[in-house]
């Protein structure tokens, strides 16, 4: 008998392997950041004792200061309370002629600063305001102002600042002493009255363009001024 035709054999299907799962990136580390220090707590100053001023009660119920002796410590700090009431005011001529002082600040409270308040302290070096007043501010050892921007007390370390919280010197800031050189930046636009009354220290100024007024004698008396 006929043997029964061989079937073609069926094409076996190719296996196809499954697709390889793609590899799950890792997470990128978080960035190191480095923490902003904290800032540091502002350091209470000490107040000179109160036995070397003088305390005189005004007629608004607050304190003016002036030393009680030239022999003063080098570094000043004047309270800002009297028996718990603050003090506003430094004495005209104040602390004029105490040659011991080299660094003196003034209190919180302070509203004024009489004439000549520091005059004749030919060791001065470092003038400040304590943080916190409303009426005036320090910088570059110059006593400023705040709201009228005129620099009201200054010393022979001084450096008028440059920005737009300056825009004057006022009347004798710098009598009696400043820096021998000064250069008066572009943003001072007056000098007032007897700001450099007698002021032997000083021996050039050079001043800016902008400024446009020098008031009644400014440099009288500055007999060293070249």
Known sequence: PKMPPVPESIPEKPVIAPPKPEPIPEPEPDPVTTPEP????ETELTPTPDEYFNFILRDDG?????????????????????QGIPITLVKNDGFSGCESIKSITFPKYLRFIGSGAIRGCPNLESISVKKGNKNFHSDGNCIIHTFTKTIVVGCKTSVIPTD?????????????ESPANMVIPDNI????NNAFYYNKHLESITCSDRLGTIGLDAFRGCTNLK
Do not use: N
């Open 62 to 82: 607050t304190y003016e200061v002036s030393a009680k002796t030239t022999d003063m410590p080098s570094k000043v700090i004047i309270p800002d309370t009297y």
């Open 38 to 41: 904290e800032p540091e707590p």
């Open 189 to 192: 636009l007056f000098i007032g």
């Open 164 to 176: 737009c919280s300056v825009r004057g010197i006022g009347s004798q800031a710098f009598s009696v």
